[in-house]
């Protein structure tokens, strides 16, 4: 029984990849930290958030956001912060804009596509 407690904590446990060091004292900023670590893509994962990643630069990024965090900057400054140094990548929802707009009409054109493909009258 201890086991299954103990497996299931691990496994659904919010604090994957977030060191004792880098917790906030303040539970207001360690929950914007959280969420703001969920929007940031790790650089060298590329598909798992800053705040699950165990890589060297995501920890890297946990530290400036929280360190941007107890100085008084908003979530947008952080974010934007990060998005001006890191580019479109860093974003898990990259802004709609003109060279960005294949990201966004691909997958909506490969549905249709592939719709028509599978669902068409013989």
Known sequence: MKFLVLFSYLIFSDLKAIEPDEI?????LEK????????????????EDIQNSNADIAKDLRKVVRKKLTEG?????????????????VLFKPPVRFDTLG????????????????????
């Open 73 to 89: 900057e908003t979530k947008e400054q952080i974010i934007d912060f990060v998005h001006s140094k890191y580019g479109d990548f």
């Open 32 to 47: 914007i930290a959280r969420e703001i670590g969920k929007e940031l893509r790790c650089l060298v994962c590329q598909n």
């Open 103 to 122: 990201l966004w009409l691909l997958p909506i054109l490969f549905f249709f596509f592939l719709s028509l493909f599978f669902f068409r009258k013989r």
């Open 24 to 28: 906030l004292d303040d539970y207001n």
